[in-house]
């Protein structure tokens, strides 16, 4: 059976506009025979048994990128979210760190 976890967070900002990004990351592990009870598991455990060599991990093919978007909780009008998708297509990329 299938098990999904978080795995981070981040948010992005950008103060002159008073915007947040909230970005969750999330991976599922789907075991190709059930010799294991992935639900039993912790997260932390479930993370740690994936990195410690001690299992054979494949990456598949149903890799995706899934965006919620919403205003205070609430989902954005189509129009609106077009535009806003729009716009973080065409955005040039930048990374900013702290010195």
């Known amino acids: 059976m299938a098990r999904t976890i978080e795995v981070g967070r981040a948010v992005l900002s ?38 410690s060599g001690t299992i054979w991990v494949g990456r598949g093919n149903g890799m995706r990128v899934e965006i919620e978007v919403t205003l ?16 973080i297509i065409s955005a040039p990329v930048s990374s900013v760190t702290d010195n």
Request: negative net charge; glycine residues 2%.
């Open 72 to 87: 205070r909780g609430e989902q954005l009008p189509p129009q609106q979210l077009q535009e806003l998708v729009s716009s």
């Open 14 to 51: 950008c103060p002159t506009h008073a915007l947040e990004l909230w970005l969750t990351t999330l991976i599922t592990v789907s075991p190709l025979q059930q010799s294991i009870d992935l639900q039993q598991l912790s997260p932390c455990d479930l993370l740690s048994l994936l990195a």
